[in-house]
């Protein structure tokens, strides 16, 4: 079992910035690709960023790249999502899941074997 628990998140204005993190425990955080995908309010869950292993290899949506960066921390056990130049449709619970294939940086959502509870972002226009 892999526990995540996200943190980081709250209220920020548009075009400001914000940290998100997941800490992991459990089992080698390693050993797993990690993610980040969102739910904004009446809208489905869509994935964010990517990053495999090593932090060599990474992949963004459309929407948000060039304004996020996913990075890990092995050593400390966490991934990070760095978010600038926030738009009110950021808003949104922001989760971090855990993927056993830890080469793959885009998964089918069914696919991440392990997930947070999230953290909510709301950015105010």
């Known amino acids: 079992q892999v526990q995540l628990v996200e943190s980081g998140g709250g209220l920020v204005q548009a075009g400001g910035s914000q940290r998100l993190s997941c800490a992991a425990s459990?089992?080698?955080?390693?050993?797993?690709?990690m993610a980040w995908l969102r739910q904004a309010p009446g809208k489905e869950r869509e994935f964010v960023a990517a990053?495999?292993?090593?932090?060599?290899?990474?992949y963004y949506a459309a929407s948000v790249k060039g304004r996020f960066t996913i990075s890990r921390d092995n050593a400390k056990n966490t991934v990070y999502l760095d978010m600038n130049s926030l738009k009110p449709e950021d808003t949104a619970v922001y989760y971090c899941?855990?993927?056993?294939?830890?080469?793959?940086?885009?998964?089918?959502?069914?696919?991440?074997?392990?997930w947070g509870l999230g953290t909510q972002v709301t950015v105010s226009s």
């Open positions: 899941a855990a993927d056993s294939v830890r080469s793959r940086v885009f998964a089918a959502q069914s696919q991440y074997d392990y």
């Open positions: 990053i495999n292993w090593s932090g060599t290899s990474t």
């Open positions: 459990g089992r080698t955080f390693s050993n797993y690709a």
